[in-house]
């Protein structure tokens, strides 16, 4: 039996946010984005929204649209596994990043105007 098995998947639905822009990096091209998450929580019978910005890439052979189709609002479901880069600062400090490497997407609908302005 395995002893060190584990499982690094994550599923999100939510809206694009800003206009996402294609990066080569290490050689490897793909298609950078933001996506919103909006969660409603109770909070002793009030309902409050919760925002989370999470980063995705989506490799070059996984993104099989043009830009145009990923307008800020879109709504976006993804499929794929959480990844933390190190990097060193011009100060010398270490940052990690964490982003999401998207390997299924299906893009929903298009976000209210309202939401979108948040």
Same mark, same amino acid.
């Given at each position: 039996? @395995? #002893?060190?098995?584990?499982?690094?998947?994550? %599923?999100?639905?939510?809206?694009?946010?800003? #206009?996402?822009?294609?990066?080569?990096?290490? &050689?490897?091209?793909?298609?950078?984005? &933001?996506?919103?998450? %909006?969660?409603? %929580?109770? /909070? &002793?019978?009030?309902? #409050?929204?919760?925002?989370?910005?999470?980063?995705? /890439?989506?490799?070059?052979?996984?993104?099989? @649209? +043009?830009?145009?189709?990923?307008?800020?609002? +879109?709504?976006?479901?993804? *499929?794929? $596994?959480?990844? +933390? +880069? &190190?990097?060193?600062?011009?100060?010398?400090? $270490?940052?990690?990043?964490?982003?999401? %490497?998207?390997? $299924?997407?299906?893009?929903?609908?298009?976000?209210? *105007? #309202?939401?979108?302005?948040?």
């Amino acid at each position: 039996m @395995f #002893q060190n098995q584990g499982v690094n998947k994550i %599923i999100l639905v939510g809206h694009v946010m800003g #206009q996402p822009e294609w990066r080569t990096v290490a &050689q490897c091209r793909s298609l950078y984005l &933001q996506l919103l998450t %909006i969660e409603n %929580i109770n /909070r &002793q019978g009030a309902v #409050q929204q919760h925002f989370e910005n999470h980063f995705l /890439r989506l490799p070059e052979s996984v993104a099989d @649209f +043009t830009v145009d189709d990923l307008q800020d609002g +879109t709504a976006l479901y993804v *499929e794929g $596994k959480i990844s +933390t +880069t &190190q990097s060193i600062d011009a100060k010398g400090i $270490k940052r990690y990043d964490t982003s999401i %490497i998207v390997n $299924k997407y299906s893009i929903v609908a298009t976000m209210p *105007e #309202q939401v979108s302005r948040v």
